[in-house]
């Protein structure tokens, strides 16, 4: 009812594929044969329920799970802001509380994993230096019972070694196939409930680095520790709302160990209530140390970042390395072709005078749906995209922090994109924590990488006919 008088236009939004109106979950209704009621507003909002007596009943609101959200083929956003149980800041403050009390037998190794486009939003919202909020971070984290404070790029950096090498596989067997990159969730959602058998083969099965960081915590982490899965409680602190989703996919459910790869994903909105709802100012906080999945620490100033876009740099890892393995070509950096529209960028190796591979970046449900058209139509002349729902990308998901006042969204946006540079960049071939985990945890066995850095998809059945351009 916020929304009353309000005339919205699906054609208009950017982040948007069909009206969540058409969500079937909220009106679900049973029936009771032979009874006749109504149903009745009070003075206080509640819905009540009156039947031909005059009776009155309370109807309970209805909730949509995460399991229903992807189940269900009505909606799609880059941003799905539904409340959800169990995946809330509050959520995590009662866990943390629960486990300070609990018994020996029963306490959790509470990990909390956050990625850098965070960290990046939350600097910039505080006018913090990255190290400085990162610091700040891992003093509260590990203050609240928080055991290890752990950094996503570890992570990204075996994804990103992984889809490159996957493409340089796949381009070898069938050139004239493209690939696109499969770590932001809202376009995975878009991609299995509207165009599934047709795009779901050109999807990297490659995890994205929340998900990785979820097999390093409950796989690598929980073996080092002699802790079983489901006594470890991982938390992760993401940009957007529909990681929320990615972390309920059945995929990433340990079914034997009655527990999930990540229990609880908060955005970086969240942490910031978090921090708040403790009246904790992190300026003001002592700067402390970072864990490693195996075992040590690193000081915050030390964190590192990727080369390439503030999405995850797909598209120039991928780039360098496939020109190297393809082509032998030594790419030193990453020309692109200028656009106007910044969330589609493209790129050319040339051998010879001849274009050999074309890479190009795709943020933002129109830039997707233009890269969908062409698909269909046979004319895409790309060999590999890096395709994120949000418009420019993961520093601007939707479960980032707000400008503040009298700050635009374009300096706020300048802002968090500065922060993310402050970080270091980490060449992911030379990443020696991720050599470890490659030999030590994975074996350099092709069986075990397969089962904890790769995923499948699942094509979803229409049951509900979009309709894009209806007033609604």
Same mark, same amino acid.
């Given at each position: 009812n916020k929304m009353s008088g309000l005339k919205l236009?699906?054609?208009?939004l950017n982040d948007f594929i069909s009206p969540s109106q058409a969500c079937i979950k909220p009106v679900e209704v049973k029936a009771t044969e032979g009874k006749a009621a109504k149903i009745a507003i009070e003075p206080d %909002?509640?819905?009540?329920?009156?039947?031909?007596? %005059? %009776?009155?009943?309370?109807?309970?609101?209805?909730?949509?799970?995460?399991?229903?959200?992807?189940?269900c083929s009505g909606c799609v956003t880059s941003a799905e802001s539904v409340l959800i149980d169990m995946q809330t800041h509050l959520e995590v403050l009662r866990v943390l509380d629960a486990n300070r009390t609990a018994s020996e037998a029963e306490r959790k190794l509470v990990v909390i994993s956050v990625c850098p486009q965070s960290r990046a939003s939350i600097a910039a919202?505080?006018?913090?230096?990255?190290?400085?909020?990162?610091?700040g971070l891992a003093r509260f984290f590990h203050s609240r019972g928080i055991q290890m404070v752990l950094d996503t790029n570890i992570a990204r950096t075996l994804s990103l070694r992984e889809i490159a090498s996957e493409f340089v596989q796949r381009h070898k067997a069938e050139p004239t196939m493209p690939t696109f990159t499969s770590a932001c969730p809202g376009w995975i959602c878009f991609a299995e409930k509207t165009h599934g058998k047709m795009i779901l083969p050109m999807l990297s099965?490659?995890?994205?680095p929340q998900q990785i960081m979820g097999s390093i915590v409950k796989s690598f982490v929980a073996t080092r520790l002699k802790k079983s899965p489901q006594q470890v409680y991982h938390i992760a602190v993401m940009p957007c709302f529909d990681k929320k989703l990615e972390a309920a996919r059945e995929d990433f459910a340990l079914e034997e160990f009655d527990t999930r790869e990540v229990d609880c994903v908060i955005t970086t909105g969240e942490l910031l209530k978090m921090l708040q709802h403790e009246s904790v100012d992190l300026a003001a906080l002592e700067s402390?140390?970072?864990?490693?999945?195996e075992g040590g620490t690193v000081p915050p100033q030390h964190l590192f970042t990727h080369r390439g876009s503030s999405a995850g740099g797909y598209l120039e890892h991928t780039f360098i390395h496939a020109a190297k393995q393809l082509f032998g070509v030594d790419v030193k950096a990453v020309e692109y072709t200028e656009k106007k529209n910044l969330d589609v960028q493209e790129t050319t190796l040339t051998v010879a005078g001849k274009p050999v591979l074309k890479f190009a970046t795709a943020y933002g449900f129109r830039s997707i749906q233009?890269?969908?058209?062409?698909?269909?139509?046979?004319?895409?002349?790309?060999d590999f995209v890096e395709i994120m729902a949000c418009p420019k990308?993961?520093?601007?998901? %939707?479960?980032?922090?707000?400008?503040?006042?009298?700050?635009?969204?374009?300096?706020?946006?300048?802002?968090a994109e500065a922060a993310y540079r402050q970080e270091r960049e980490q060449d992911v071939q030379t990443d020696a924590h991720a050599d470890r985990l490659f030999s030590d945890w994975l074996k350099a066995d092709p069986a075990t990488v397969a089962r904890l850095l790769h995923t499948q998809y699942h094509a979803v059945e229409q049951t509900i006919t979009p309709a894009?351009?209806?007033?609604?």
């Open positions: 236009i699906a054609a208009d %909002g509640s819905f009540v329920q009156v039947d031909e007596g %005059g %009776g009155k009943t309370k109807l309970q609101k209805a909730t949509v799970t995460l399991s229903d959200c992807l189940a919202h505080l006018g913090l230096t990255t190290a400085q909020a990162a610091g099965s490659t995890r994205s402390d140390v970072w864990d490693l999945p233009n890269i969908i058209r062409k698909v269909k139509q046979k004319k895409l002349p790309y990308g993961c520093i601007n998901g %939707g479960g980032q922090l707000p400008p503040n006042d009298g700050e635009s969204a374009a300096e706020r946006l300048a802002k894009l351009f209806e007033e609604w």
